[in-house]
């Protein structure tokens, strides 16, 4: 998957998660940009994007990600 296909079925994960179709993912999208984007929506986050990539983020993936962007290019890096 390259990094526009990857965007668009993220995208897809953060709207069921968060419930909001209107939701528009950027590189630069972090928590404080959805409403609904708490600690415990971001676990519920991670096992999303984890069950829909079929792969797993370590610890140190998680806690380092400050932003979208960031999720994308581990995913990136996952599907070569």
Same mark, same amino acid.
């Not at 370590?58 to 990600?65: D, I, K, L, N, Q």
């Given at each position: 998957m390259n990094r526009e296909e990857i965007t668009v079925?993220? +995208?897809d994960v953060f709207r069921s998660v968060f419930d909001d179709e209107k939701i528009e993912l950027s590189? $630069? +999208?972090t928590a404080d940009d959805i409403e609904a984007w708490d600690s415990l929506e971001h676990i519920s986050l991670i096992a999303a994007v984890e069950k829909a990539f079929k792969m797993r983020? +370590? &610890?140190?993936?998680? $806690?380092? &990600?400050k932003n979208v962007g960031e999720m994308i290019d581990i995913l990136v890096q996952r599907a070569k």
């Open positions: 079925k993220l +995208t590189d $630069s +999208t983020f +370590t &610890m140190r993936e998680v $806690s380092g &990600m």
